[in-house]
């Protein structure tokens, strides 16, 4: 199955060292095959819970997506991946900036919360994460999707839904690993990526492991033209694109974890904020990430687990550029948090198990530089620092009427106050059906900008209801059926003034959204297909740049419609051929029509992406995969609108890309 659908979740807690955990039964695809639905569906995830469960049993409507479904998929990086995840989709932001948008809600700011082995990824600035051929897609073990708010667990960045990216490490890289690729399209590269990996455990020093990974890319987003709202065009194949460069290293030894990111992301941008710059520009976004986890029993039923994390970012810096860009768009200021947390598990009795705990963080922005184009001082001076206190709790008791979850969230941020999400979720499980209906609330910390620019900037808080059924038919076919409600009070949004320049946060009214999502999945040893449909509406918005006037249920940049369906067929022995396709609705947005004209509101035609990858593992070499595949195969001029009426231009996707993949792992 191509990666994205609800379904599989692949790891379980507590397995001794040597023993086998669910996750021991997933290491190939052959392994797979010999499972039925229903061993892989009793596989547990922590990732919406403080405690492990079932994903049927879990308080949370989830994804989770496999190594092997990404493998056997020739997924290219996030963007293919969580395309075919239902509530997914992606727009453009500012300077060719690619961000996340969730069941028609732009979640590029900060309602979004990207995890990477643990460590958060949005930059803490402006709260954004940036998407395309960013992170090392062969080196992920599975991708764990919250698709609902995750604050009562994470806090203030997983407002809308958590995506939790595991990487290979420890002992499930045992050995070298090694990935090239290439993609060819009109006119050149598409992209060209190498992958390389290596871990070991050591059981003569007590089961040491240690693993390092790393990777370096080029990308192009577009090979077609762009037109600005002034009507000035360029082709985008030597004006736009990704640069990706990243490096982990992780140690673990008995409950202790260890862990480095280096991430140097760069993109290639000529858009700008709206009106097109003379030449393409560099921006970067670096960052490094430490992170040290000891879990320590106390006790049969007790658990002690202390952490510390250091992330220090520097996002949307200019690298290199002309002095005209220089001078609108300059920008030099780093992102420092400390942050701290002491958690507790406790099983007082059969069916009842408590946790909680405190965190605190340590937040410093400084700004460096000259003080042109948009680097400017914050609001106190060119550093500010801030500081939060976080306070959880979280209790499941199981029970042979329904099993209940209750839990909250208490946060104090020094700047903006207090925020404080309960949640409560119902679950039961009755053989091949189970029920849930859950209730959140969930918020969004403002970010240092957002502060700086208006000090009286205060959370948005979201209240989030969702009811799910699942059924399992045998042992080859699963279902599930969600609806959701999702309420905004006071939303954070942006807003620039493109004659001055000047940026703006306010809070606005509310906005909110409802709908329903579907998933079916069929499983056979050489055949298994899948189908993901997502819809929405919205409702009661009172957001002005997120309107399309005289179209009160539907958002800017999102289509109301998505169906993604995905196969995998073995058709001769180890030889995998991987169809898949993505149907997006018409969506609507602001174009441009001309030289000089206005930006134009309009519908764009419904959207069919379909890919066909093909890889084979020959037996004679063990652990060598030879891929090839064709995606956007139909040729659709597919757009990344802007999903709010912030004067930028929609930016064109890539064109028909032919791609060629050697993978090989020890």
């Not at 998933?519 to 449909?533: D, F, K, N, T």
């Amino acid at each position: 199955m191509a990666g994205g659908v609800v379904l599989l979740g692949l790891f379980s807690a507590g397995a001794a060292p040597g023993a086998a955990g669910p996750e021991d039964l997933f290491e190939s695809l052959e392994e797979i095959d010999k499972l039925t639905l229903a061993d892989l569906l009793k596989a547990e995830t922590g990732v919406a819970s403080l405690t492990r469960h079932s994903q049927r049993s879990s308080p949370g409507i989830l994804s989770i997506i496999t190594r092997e479904e990404i493998r056997s998929s020739g997924a290219r990086d996030l963007v293919d991946v969580l395309r075919r995840v239902p509530g997914f989709a992606f727009g453009t932001d500012v300077q060719g900036v690619l961000g996340v948008g969730f069941r028609g809600l732009w979640g590029h700011e900060g309602k979004v919360l990207l995890l990477l082995d643990g460590h958060e990824m949005n930059e803490g600035l402006y709260l954004t994460t940036q998407f395309g051929n960013h992170f090392p897609i062969d080196q992920i073990e599975k991708i764990e999707i919250i698709r609902g708010p995750g604050s009562a667990m994470y806090g203030g960045y997983g407002e809308l839904s958590v995506i939790n990216v595991v990487t290979r490490h420890g002992r499930r890289l045992e050995g070298p690993s090694a990935c090239l690729s290439y993609g060819h399209t009109d006119g050149g590269f598409a992209r060209r990526t190498v992958s390389i990996g290596y871990g070991e455990t050591l059981e003569e020093l007590g089961g040491l492991e240690l693993s390092a990974s790393g990777f370096l890319g080029q990308s192009r987003l577009s090979g077609s033209t762009y037109t600005d709202f002034g009507g000035a065009s360029f082709l985008m194949r030597d004006n736009s694109g990704a640069e990706p460069a990243y490096l982990n290293l992780n140690a673990a030894w008995r409950g202790l974890e260890l862990s480095f990111v280096y991430d140097g992301y760069k993109t290639l941008d000529r858009t700008g904020f709206g009106e097109a710059f003379g030449k393409p520009v560099r921006l970067g976004f670096p960052g490094y990430y430490l992170g040290a986890r000891y879990e320590l029993a106390l006790g049969e039923h007790l658990t002690l687990t202390p952490r510390v994390r250091y992330k220090h970012q520097s996002p949307w810096n200019m690298v290199d550029s002309d002095p005209l860009a220089r001078d609108a768009a300059y920008y030099k200021k780093t992102f420092e948090r400390l942050d701290a947390s002491l958690a507790l598990a406790w099983k007082p009795l059969e069916g009842l198990d408590l946790a909680g705990g405190v965190q605190g963080q340590l937040d410093r922005a400084t700004v460096h530089g000259e003080l042109v184009g948009t680097n400017q001082p914050f609001s106190k001076g060119r550093e500010v620092s801030y500081r939060n206190l976080a306070l959880f709790l979280q209790g499941v008791w199981q029970n042979p009427i329904v099993d209940v979850t209750a839990g909250a969230r208490y946060e104090r941020h020094s700047a903006v106050g207090d925020s404080f999400v309960p949640r409560i979720g119902l679950t039961r499980q009755l053989g091949d059906l189970h029920l849930k209906a859950l209730m959140s609330d969930a918020f969004k910390a403002p970010g240092v900008e957002n502060i700086s620019l208006n000090p009286e900037i205060r959370p948005e808080k979201t209240r989030v209801y969702e009811i799910e059924a699942g059924y399992l038919f045998g042992e080859s076919v699963y279902a599930a059926v969600n609806l959701f409600d999702m309420t905004i009070d006071g939303p954070i949004v942006y807003s620039m003034d493109l004659a001055t320049g000047e940026e703006n946060y306010v809070n606005y009214n509310h906005a909110g959204v409802n709908g329903a999502e579907a998933v079916l999945r069929y499983e056979h040893p050489r055949v298994s297909a899948a189908l993901a449909y997502a819809y929405y509406r919205a409702r009661d918005n009172e957001v002005p740049v997120y309107a399309v006037p005289g179209e009160p249920t539907t958002l800017l940049g999102f289509a109301r419609h998505k169906l993604a369906v995905s196969g995998r067929v073995e058709a001769l022995r180890r030889l995998f051929v991987a169809p898949s396709l993505v149907f997006l609705s018409g969506r609507h947005g602001y174009t441009a029509t001309g030289m000089g004209s206005a930006p134009q509101l309009e519908r764009t035609a419904s959207t069919w992406l379909v890919d066909l990858f093909v890889s084979y593992r020959p037996t004679t070499f063990g652990g060598l995969e030879l891929g090839a595949g064709v995606y956007n195969l139909l040729g659709q001029r597919s757009l990344y609108l802007q999903p709010y009426d912030g004067g930028h231009a929609p930016i064109p996707s890539m064109g028909r890309e032919i791609a060629l993949r050697v993978a090989y792992e020890h």
